[in-house]
């Protein structure tokens, strides 16, 4: 068993197995929960770990053409940071990056009837919070909210908008560039 000190200064080849990726709504919840205390600064745990095992799974959906890209894409973009501003870790940057530039690679170019996305304007990192409802959002069947917050958002931010190849990979693009 690898402790979470350890598993921190792992290389990326060495690092612990990733967890099952979530299907249901509340191990969606679980996971987007982590995410935000890592961007919060609040984890105690392999907050590196997590954001390598994010990079795996977006990678993963990617190259499958997965329905959880999205979702993938923008817990990256909310603890991807983490790896090159509060631990810097070069070999881990990397990765992240070059999860972010197969996002780009495979979705840039996708044709969309949509006049404009929400990655037109990417948020700095202190607006954030609201990609935390996007990825509820987008974690749940249309309609399943749990009896929670019914996810309107402004017309041009509904789940298709968001969930949009273009969207996705100009999230990707600007995190890149950052």
Same mark, same amino acid.
């Given at each position: 068993?690898?402790?979470?000190?350890?598993?921190? &200064?792992?290389?990326?080849? %060495?690092?612990? #197995?990733?967890?099952?990726?979530?299907?249901?709504?509340?191990?969606?919840?679980?996971?987007?929960?982590?995410?935000?205390?890592?961007?919060?600064?609040? *984890?105690?745990?392999?907050?590196?770990?997590?954001?390598?095992?994010?990079?795996?799974?977006?990678?993963?959906?990617?190259?499958?053409?997965?329905?959880?890209? /999205?979702?993938?894409? $923008?817990?990256?973009?909310?603890?991807? !940071?983490?790896?090159? &501003? =509060? @631990?810097? @870790? /070069? /070999?881990?940057?990397?990765?992240?990056?070059? =999860?972010?530039?197969?996002?780009?690679?495979?979705?840039?170019?996708? @044709?969309? =009837? &949509?006049?404009? &996305? !929400?990655?037109?304007?990417? #948020?700095?990192?202190? %607006?954030?919070?609201?990609?935390?409802?996007?990825? %509820?959002?987008?974690?749940?069947?249309?309609?399943?909210?749990?009896?929670? *917050?019914?996810?309107? $958002?402004? *017309?041009?931010?509904?789940?298709?908008?968001?969930?949009? #190849?273009?969207?996705?990979?100009? $999230?990707?693009?600007? $995190? *890149?560039?950052?």
């Amino acid at each position: 068993m690898v402790n979470a000190d350890a598993a921190e &200064h792992l290389n990326d080849d %060495e690092a612990p #197995p990733t967890p099952a990726t979530p299907t249901t709504p509340a191990e969606w919840d679980a996971l987007i929960a982590e995410w935000d205390e890592i961007r919060q600064g609040y *984890s105690l745990g392999d907050a590196r770990g997590t954001v390598l095992a994010c990079a795996r799974n977006l990678e993963t959906s990617v190259a499958a053409d997965g329905p959880d890209t /999205a979702l993938w894409t $923008f817990g990256l973009v909310l603890i991807g !940071p983490y790896v090159i &501003h =509060a @631990d810097p @870790d /070069a /070999a881990a940057e990397a990765r992240v990056l070059k =999860a972010m530039a197969a996002v780009e690679r495979a979705l840039g170019q996708a @044709d969309c =009837a &949509h006049e404009e &996305h !929400p990655c037109d304007e990417m #948020p700095d990192d202190g %607006e954030l919070d609201n990609l935390l409802d996007v990825l %509820e959002m987008l974690a749940r069947p249309e309609g399943d909210t749990d009896g929670e *917050s019914d996810y309107r $958002f402004e *017309s041009r931010t509904t789940r298709e908008v968001w969930a949009c #190849p273009r969207n996705v990979a100009g $999230f990707a693009r600007e $995190f *890149s560039q950052v």
